[in-house]
């Protein structure tokens, strides 16, 4: 009966992961970051030293891919997916690229509530992850800041 939960968990975790990781972007080994035009009408952080450009590219990378788990204003899925809205976890810049270029499962705590679920690698290159976090770091109520793609590239280079 055991061994039954314990598929059954893996299992609602994998259509989870999926469903979270679903995306129709290039994925991060093509060879030109893709710019498709965003809607002019969206409103996007107006950010001193980020082209407007990066900002849209950001929303439009988590809009298709991020808010399926972390939902449209950041709030996440209490209890299975944690909030990026007003997130302490965004503190450590580091751990937050490292989560995005590796993925991440294991319990970790946001905003002192416990989560532990699995969320998969960012299919996106260094250009791209670098704008949607930005675009994260200036929206739902964060503080701000500024990741760059050589940020996101030495992360990557050093490995897991």
Excluded: W
């Excluded at 997130?87 to 705590?109: E, M, N, W």
């Excluded at 200036?138 to 280079?157: L, Q, W």
Aim: proline fraction near 8%; include cysteine.
């Amino acid at each position: 009966m055991r061994l039954y939960r314990i598929l059954v968990e893996v299992l609602f975790l994998g259509v989870f992961a999926l469903a979270c990781g679903g995306s129709e972007e290039k994925p991060a080994n093509s060879e030109k970051a893709s710019q498709p035009s965003v809607a002019q009408s969206e409103a996007v952080p107006t950010v001193a030293g980020v082209a407007p450009q990066t900002m849209q590219r950001g929303k439009q990378i988590y809009d298709s891919y991020c808010k399926t788990c972390h939902q449209a204003n950041g709030q996440g899925i209490p209890g299975v997916y944690p909030p990026l809205a007003k997130s302490d976890y965004l503190q450590d810049k580091r751990k937050v690229i490292h989560a995005l270029v590796f993925g991440l499962s294991g319990p970790i705590t946001v905003n002192g509530k416990k989560f532990n679920g699995v969320m998969p690698p960012a299919p996106y290159n260094d250009q791209d992850l670098a704008a949607v976090l930005t675009y994260v770091y200036n929206s739902f109520g964060n503080p701000g800041g500024i990741v760059t793609p050589e940020e996101v590239a030495a992360v990557r280079k050093a490995g897991k």
